[in-house]
Nanobody, 124 residues
Framework: QVQLVESGGGLVQAGGSLRLSCAASGRTFSSYSMGWFRQAPGNEREFVAAISRSGSSTRYADSVKARFTISRDNAENTVYLQMNSLKPEHTAVYYC?????????????????WGQGTQVTVSS
């Protein structure tokens, strides 16, 4: 079992930045690749970014490339999502997830554990 707790969400003006954190506990954090997903009201949960077990490989949704950066600190059992140049369309609940796959995956079905989510609201 892996428990995931997100933090760092909030209200920010368009053009601003936020850094989300996801703290993991339970089984060995470095055994899992990690991902961030988001879900806006009325929409499906969608892939945002993912990172391999070691952190050497990452993948991003086209819509967030060059704006968002995923990283991890295996010593701190934490994965981060740095979000820059935020837009109102980035408003959503952001979830982190853990996958037993070693490489970064984009499909929700490839993830085994999920956090409760953190709300990000970007005002215009």
């Amino acid at each position: 079992q892996v428990q995931l707790v997100e933090s760092g969400g909030g209200l920010v003006q368009a053009g601003g930045s936020l850094r989300l954190s996801c703290a993991a506990s339970g089984r060995t954090f470095s055994s899992y690749s990690m991902g961030w997903f988001r879900q806006a009201p009325g929409n499906e949960r969608e892939f945002v970014a993912a990172i391999s077990r070691s952190g050497s490989s990452t993948r991003y949704a086209d819509s967030v490339k060059a704006r968002f950066t995923i990283s991890r600190d295996n010593a701190e059992n934490t994965v981060y999502l740095q979000m820059n140049s935020l837009k109102p369309e980035h408003t959503a609940v952001y979830y982190c997830a853990a996958s037993s796959y070693g490489t970064p995956h984009t499909s929700k079905s490839d993830y085994d554990y999920w956090g409760q989510g953190t709300q990000v609201t970007v005002s215009s």
